[in-house]
């Protein structure tokens, strides 16, 4: 079983930064592909960016060149760098872990780009 927590959202003004962390539980960690999905009021659920168990990273083009993704896997925690926040960044960010037939969810953590 792994648990996936959620930590570093909150309120940012526009053009501002944040780093979401997420720490997993298990043994999982080190062979799966980790993402970051963001679902915003009303909206359905969608991709942000994701790593491989190799750090082979990928971007949806909405984040791409402002937000990063990183893991440490002697942490089993996977970052997502946000910079150069926009209003429409508002939303629930979730961590995601993948590894064969597994798919394991976090809680979210809420992120509100506002003046």
């Known amino acids: 079983q792994v648990q996936l927590v959620e930590s570093g959202g909150g309120l940012v003004q526009p053009g501002g930064s944040l780093r979401l962390s997420c720490v997993a539980s298990g043994s999982m960690f080190r062979s799966a592909a980790m993402a970051w999905y963001r679902q915003a009021p009303g909206a359905q659920r969608e991709f942000v960016a994701t790593?491989?168990?190799?750090?082979?990273?990928n971007y949806a083009d909405s984040v791409k060149g402002r937000f990063t993704i990183s893991r440490d896997n002697a942490k089993k925690t996977v970052y997502l760098q946000m910079n150069s926040l926009k209003p429409e960044d508002t939303a629930v960010y979730y961590c995601n872990l993948r590894s064969g037939w597994y798919d394991y969810w976090g809680q979210g953590t809420p992120v509100t780009v506002s003046s």
């Open positions: 790593i491989s168990s190799i750090s082979i990273t």
